[in-house]
């Protein structure tokens, strides 16, 4: 499938993971539309001048006439859904405002396309953490929730799949493990927290007791999945895919691998107040690998440097 020309909506798009989407489809000569809220001039999304090379349109995920009104006006022929509330803790703090922007601002999202728009493929992009605290998932396992954050993730999931089911929308689902990489600013998230720390010369300060296990995928590869997930939405349209690595590590064993890449001793504090999270979980990948023949490039170990020289920028702006 040729995008070039074709019209995407990116949910989410000024942020991490959405900011790597922007610039591999504006690399294929798409026309991408992005709704936001607002923005930090620091971001990747506008240090790689994304702002200037996409159409940025200021609307909440959350205000359905306005995501129905850009679907129409800009004639809109795929969708990313990826705007989301990802912090856990803040979830817990304040579960309204992550139901309202994880579950039904993809409702938003799904019933736009539904009634104002023609569109050919909608992804959603779901997490691991739907799947709740089963330690090593696949597509078949149930999606479950404890907690505000991981029960709008399946909720969501399910929305995605009933509309799919109900009204015969070309809809997929993707649930990732944690992603890394340049320009993820939720300095909250282990890596970004470890870069910080790193470039300030600061403690870095461990929720958890250090032993919480997750996988790590390069947000490169992810991208790599998104777009193929798309370029087949004929044979994929309905599915679920699991997209992860096989570098399932704890916190100490990560900052272990970065100390060993890096040279570098990393200081940090175990604090141990962690509040709903899941102690260990990972995802299984094959059935993207075996379907679509996708797998991860990258490892951690031959990313670092790259990241770690994004962050020394970031910060020194």
Partial sequence: MDLKDKNFLVTGGTGFIGSHLVEELISQKSNVIVPYISYDSKSYFFEKGLHKKSTLVSVDKKDFRGIANTISKYKIDYVFDLAAQ??????????????????????????????????????????????????????NSPLSGDHPYETSKASADLIAKTYFKTYKMPIVTCRFGNVYGEGDTNFSRIIPGIMRAIVLNQTLRLRSDGQYIRDYVYVKDIIDALILVLKNIRSTKGESFNVSSKENLSVIELIKILEKTLGRKINYKILNIAINEIPKQSIDYKKISTSLNWKPKYKLSSKVQDILSWYSSYHAQ
């Fill in 86 to 139: 990802t912090i856990v803790e803040t979830a817990y703090q304040n579960p309204f405002e992550t139901f309202a922007t994880n579950i039904m601002g993809t409702v938003n999202v799904l019933e736009s396309a539904r009634l104002y728009g023609n569109v050919s493929g909608i992804i959603v992009i779901s997490s691991d953490k739907a799947y709740g605290k089963i330690p090593k998932a696949n597509e």
